[in-house]
């Protein structure tokens, strides 16, 4: 789990300590609930005697508790995002739009950016089900196996496809998912091509999604999409009703996006 650490050069300017703190931190944010520990040193790749130093640090700066050998984060830890999520921010400025797509589909909307080769969710309106979806704001997914992650791709320039080409071990999540570069690049020349993308049962079988690409200035900066099922939708009803709605909601977060940071900058 402990990533960052580099051996290079550049390993001379990084905080150790810090790097391993948000090891911890990134540890809660895969939980439901409280952890041991043991379960927390295990699941960050840490010793228990410095996975101990950093949750009484965290417990002592307000931010996780401790209860019966247990230990969980506060509500305090919402101040470490709270830039992210201002007011000129994507996910803030996405939020209202995206109720406004699920009152108009009737499924759950989200929005989702690139980081580190993964599609990270930052806002989402979710329909109920009887089912509970176990995707939420802050999952991470891997890019090849969702629509929005198809798009973000295709948002990327050749020097930075290739790199996610070698820097990515993909692995066939379904019988549909589709791994290998060559047939991958083909498809994500296609949705370049139409401006969306679509798939089905390719991250986990029985769903489908769809998405559309925001952009600013020719630049995509996220992806709008919708999760839906064969059942509710078809791959017909993805095309001929969902996606002209998310075209049309997504220009409008563009455009607004765009216009929030031409105002943060003046």
């Known amino acids: 789990m402990l990533e960052g650490l580099h051996d290079d050069d550049r390993s001379r300017d990084l905080i150790k300590s810090l790097e391993k703190g948000i090891a ?4 809660f ?4 609930g409280p952890l ?10 840490l010793s228990r005697p ?23 984060l506060t509500p ?5 995002g709270a830039g992210y999520f201002s007011k000129s921010s994507l996910p803030e400025i996405a939020a209202p739009y995206l109720q406004i797509v699920v009152d108009r589909i009737g499924e759950t909307c989200h929005v989702g950016v690139w980081d580190r080769h993964e599609v990270v969710h930052v806002a989402r309106v979710e329909v109920p089900r009887v089912v509970p979806d176990s995707i939420h704001i802050g999952t991470r997914l891997p890019a090849y196996a969702t629509a929005i992650g198809l798009v973000l791709l295709a948002g990327l320039n050749e020097l930075e496809l290739a790199e996610y080409f070698a820097s990515t071990d993909r692995v066939r999540l379904t019988p549909e998912t589709v791994v290998d570069e060559a047939p991958l690049r083909a498809r994500i020349d296609a949705v370049r091509d139409a401006g969306f993308a679509i798939t089905q049962g390719e991250l986990a079988l029985g769903t489908s999604g769809v998405a559309v690409p925001l952009t600013v ?8 999409g919708v999760t839906s099922n064969p059942l509710r939708n078809s791959a017909n009803d ?10 049309e909601v997504g220009a409008d977060i563009s455009r607004s996006y765009e216009l929030a940071r031409r105002r943060r900058l003046n």
Do not use: D, F, N
Not at 29 to 32: K, M, Q
Not at 36 to 45: K, L, S, V
């Open 238 to 247: 993805l095309v001929t009703k969902i996606v002209p709605i998310l075209l």
């Open 36 to 45: 041991t520990m043991a379960r927390i040193a295990e699941q960050a790749g």
């Open 217 to 224: 200035q020719g630049q995509v900066v996220g992806a709008l």
């Open 29 to 32: 944010s895969e939980s439901r």
């Open 24 to 27: 911890v931190l990134r540890i």
């Open 76 to 80: 305090r830890v919402l101040e470490i």
């Open 50 to 72: 410095a996975v101990r130093r950093i949750l009484l640090t965290l417990e002592h700066l307000g931010y996780a508790y401790q209860h019966g050998g247990q230990w969980g």
